[in-house]
């Protein structure tokens, strides 16, 4: 046989008990034998209970006994046919009528003691069993009603009481005996004593009754129904990839609901270890899925920890004195008081030395911890063999579990990595005795993110999401997030990579969902429901969501973003930017930032400062990194003047084709960053700087292109007009060229620790004269290519290839 157990969820509507009916005549047609345990119905127990109390204070109770009564008769109405209804009434009124006198004799006597609460409140359970039992005679006539204070006999502890196993053992057996062929629907959570006074089992007390009964009659197993899926690896509210493990150990379990995982309450699950029962936790609303399956074995698993268990608040006691701690008999004196006093000790760590001790305790706790421990060591105190005990509090456990971490190397410093590249301190660190736990005490602002990022340390080896906080949203920022919106299902599915893309801010209007925001509308929702920009503001929200792999993605042109790269570094979030500002300022600057990035473990990915899409910084540190020695690089940079010189041919006049770069997205959002060099000098700044040089911009010895009436003209618009005038300066340059069968090249090179950018003019023999549309080329002669050197070439400017250089950053982070 089996049993089936139902919690309130499962019995709160009409609709949800059809849902119980099901799974219950499955089990029955299935020959499975099973008997059936039913909570009340959700909320009636805190009803009872508040009514009770009422009743004591002479408030009124009858329109909560009023509307008791309604969600009873509603039920029979939905689920029982009408020509069945009325005995069903008359029986439920009965029940409620002794409810009404029980309340009244209450009231009467103006007190409430524990024996008549238990008392009020069995009446939840016993309305529900009697009520869905009659519902399922309709289908199945042995159905029947069975009131477990009959059979679960206990002591006098009214509200929490002990089972006396002899006398319900015997009980139950006959039962088993008498009722064999009848499909019982039992009350849960109730009990008598010797007097036949009814009593209640306290927490957990109708699984605890689930859990009686499968002992006794010898149950294949025993499936507590709820209203999730199974017990998960982590509390889902927090750690939105939880899953539901398959199988847990009976300590696992233990270990699990120890700390946090609320789905059972382990002791009352004791009947059944010890007579090694499976219990199956289900899902009464999804009764397809498996759930989770708590036996003896741990089995096997695809993961080194079955789950990540975890308590928000707790506060630490520290006790240290070199005269006391680590002295015989000490940690015994300690303990032992706590536990006389009912003080639960959630974890213990003692130091190294011993000279002190470390435990966590409730908050409730703590001060009359203290307290104790002040009068139970007056003497050692007062002689500073020990001193005062401290207490920290705002803190959170954090719990890894498993049987297979004890064979498995390795699993505290995987722990500790996934902390400490979130930039999350761990206050203390307890080791389970059974090596079955390795819990860890953190601040308590730091527990949502501790849990993701150690969830995706531990399960999620594969699957990891990126959180995106992205500035800018033009050219570059508005295709990468179409490019991610295309790509989302497909790096899911086979890359395991969820980017969610969280904050987005230009310069009018910023926008945040912790959830993603929707890409397919991210613009209109900024437009329309954003917030007014604020750029420090936006950093500080995205450093207070704390969360892991967190992405700050620099998509403009500005040079405000750069000054908080660094606070941004020292939140544990990585940069990902094709703003070339921040590299390509002072060098103390590039140098702080990539010390700060490499000191907080987090990424500073910039691909696309040089070359937009194309490979080039990358390549670059690989050659670094492999020990090889950059001797010289040539290289055409900018896709703006690349575009111009391929394009500047025949009648088209010069201000045209600049004018097309701009529409075509090459240029930068001045075009005289590109014309006039600087754009160009910035990348050819950053790949000396990675090359392992120190220098300025200053260094650089830049040959002009434009005439200094453009440069110094006021704005975009006046720049333009300039430029028109200047049409005949570049005709000449180009006529110049063409007569000596040559093209205009603007190369830039760095040999020596030198870098310089001049116009030249290169025949066909050059390796930079067939270049088309916004190619950028480089070649990097090094110790290792010397002979011939290492070449890169391609369009290296656009939005499309500049955005997806971005992509590429991004996707890589944290990899
Ligand atoms: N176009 C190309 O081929 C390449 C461009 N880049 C770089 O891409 C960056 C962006 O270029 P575009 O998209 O063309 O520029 P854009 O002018 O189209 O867009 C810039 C965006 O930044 C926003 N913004 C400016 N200041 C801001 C602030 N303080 N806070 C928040 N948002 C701010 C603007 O509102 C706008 O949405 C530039 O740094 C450029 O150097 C890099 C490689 C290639
Ligand atoms: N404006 C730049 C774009 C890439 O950085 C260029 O023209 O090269
Ligand atoms: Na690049």
């Not at 010289?632 to 045209?656: C, M, P, Q, R, W």
């Amino acid at each position: 046989m089996k049993v089936l157990k139902f919690g309130g969820t499962s019995v709160g509507t009409a609709e949800s008990i059809r849902a119980v009916l099901d799974i219950v005549k499955r089990s029955y047609d299935a020959g499975e034998r099973p008997l059936v345990v039913l909570s009340a119905m959700s909320g009636v127990t805190n009803l009872l209970t508040r009514m009770a109390v009422h009743a004591a204070e002479r408030i009124p109770f009858e329109d909560d006994l009023k509307f008791l009564e309604n969600r009873h008769f509603d039920v029979v109405r939905g689920l029982i046919a009408v020509k069945y209804q009325n005995p069903v009434f008359t029986k439920l009124k009965l029940m409620l009528n002794e409810l009404e006198e029980i309340l009244q004799g209450i009231s009467a006597l103006k007190e409430l003691s524990l024996q008549s609460q238990d008392l009020v409140v069995s009446f939840g359970e016993r309305l529900s069993n009697y009520m869905v039992s009659k519902i399922m005679e309709q289908y199945i006539p042995t159905a029947e009603f069975i009131d477990a204070s009959h059979y679960v006999k206990t002591d006098s502890s009214f509200g929490n009481a002990h089972v006396n196993e002899e006398i319900t053992q015997q009980l139950i057996q006959s039962l088993g005996h008498t009722h064999a062929d009848k499909l019982l629907f039992v009350t849960g959570f109730i009990g008598s004593n010797d007097k036949g006074r009814i009593t209640t089992l306290g927490r957990g007390g109708s699984d605890y009754t689930a859990a009686i009964f499968g002992s006794v009659l010898n149950a294949t197993a025993i499936e507590i129904w709820t209203d999730v899926n199974g017990m998960l690896t982590a509390d889902p509210r927090i750690v939105k990839k939880a899953f539901s493990q398959p199988v847990l150990s009976y300590t696992e379990a233990m270990e699990l609901s120890y700390f946090g995982a609320k789905v059972i309450y382990p002791p009352t699950m004791i009947p059944a270890f010890l007579k090694k029962i499976p219990i199956v936790i289900r899902n009464t609303f999804e009764p397809e899925f498996p759930g989770t399956i708590i036996q003896f074995e741990s089995g096997k698993s695809a993961y080194p920890i079955k789950g990540i268990s975890s308590i928000s608040d707790i506060s630490v006691i520290n006790l240290a004195g070199s005269g006391m701690i680590g002295k015989s008999g000490f940690s015994g004196r300690l303990f032992t008081l706590l536990a006389r006093e009912q003080i639960n000790v959630v974890l213990i760590t003692q130091s190294s030395s011993e000279h002190s001790i470390t435990f966590a305790v409730h908050p409730d706790d703590a001060v009359k911890a203290v307290k104790l421990i002040e009068a139970e060591f007056e003497l050692e105190l007062e002689a500073n063999k020990l001193t005062s005990p401290t207490v920290e509090d705002n803190l959170s456990v954090l719990a890894i579990v498993g049987e297979n971490m004890k064979r498995t190397p390795g699993m505290s410093g995987r722990l500790f990595y996934a902390l400490g590249r979130n930039g999350i301190n761990v206050r203390a660190i307890a080791q389970g005795s059974s090596e079955l736990n390795i819990s860890v005490i953190i601040a308590k602002e730091n527990l949502s993110k501790a849990l993701n990022a150690v969830h995706d340390a531990f399960f999620a080896q594969l699957k990891k999401t990126l959180y995106v906080f992205n500035v800018g949203t033009g050219n570059i920022g508005s295709t990468l997030f179409r490019q991610i919106y295309e790509q989302h299902d497909f790096l899911l599915e086979n890359n395991d990579i969820e980017i969610k893309v969280v904050g987005i801010s230009n310069s009018r209007k910023m926008l945040f969902d912790l959830n993603g925001i929707d890409l397919a509308k991210w613009s209109t929702m900024l437009e329309s429901s954003g917030e007014i920009a604020d750029l420090s503001s936006f950093i500080e929200r995205m450093k207070a969501m704390n969360l892991p792999n967190c992405v700050f993605i620099d998509n403009t042109a500005s040079n405000l973003p750069s000054t908080y790269y660094e606070e941004i570094f020292k939140s544990n979030i990585s940069v990902v930017t094709c703003n070339k500002i921040a590299n390509s300022g002072e060098y103390a600057q590039y140098k702080l930032l990539h010390d700060t990035a490499r000191k907080h473990g987090v990424d500073f990915f910039y691909e696309t400062n040089v070359g937009a899409g194309l490979p080039i910084v990358r390549v670059l540190k690989d050659l670094m990194l492999s020990g090889d020695r950059i001797l010289k690089i040539e290289a055409i940079l900018s896709g703006t003047i690349s575009y111009i010189f391929n394009n500047f041919v025949g009648d088209v006049s010069f201000y045209d084709i600049v004018k097309q770069a701009q529409e075509l997205g090459y240029t930068e959002p001045d075009p005289r960053d590109d014309l006039g060099g600087v754009d160009f000098m910035r990348k050819m700044l950053i790949l000396a700087r990675d090359a392992g040089h120190v220098i300025e911009p200053t260094d650089v010895n830049l040959g002009a292109i434009l005439p200094e009436s453009c440069l110094q003209a006021a704005s975009v618009d006046d720049f333009y007009t300039e430029l028109l005038k200047a049409d005949q300066y570049f005709n000449s340059l180009k006529e110049r060229a063409e007569a000596d069968g040559k093209v205009i090249r603007y190369i830039g090179k760095l040999e020596e620790g030198k870098v310089s950018i001049a116009l030249e003019m290169v025949d066909e023999t050059h390796p930079f004269y067939a270049l088309s549309g916004s190619d950028n080329i480089i070649s990097f002669t090094t110790e290792r290519y010397k002979e011939r050197p290492l070449v890169v070439k391609g369009p290296g400017a656009g939005a499309e290839v500049t955005a997806a250089g971005v992509f590429a950053d991004l996707v890589n982070v944290g990899a």
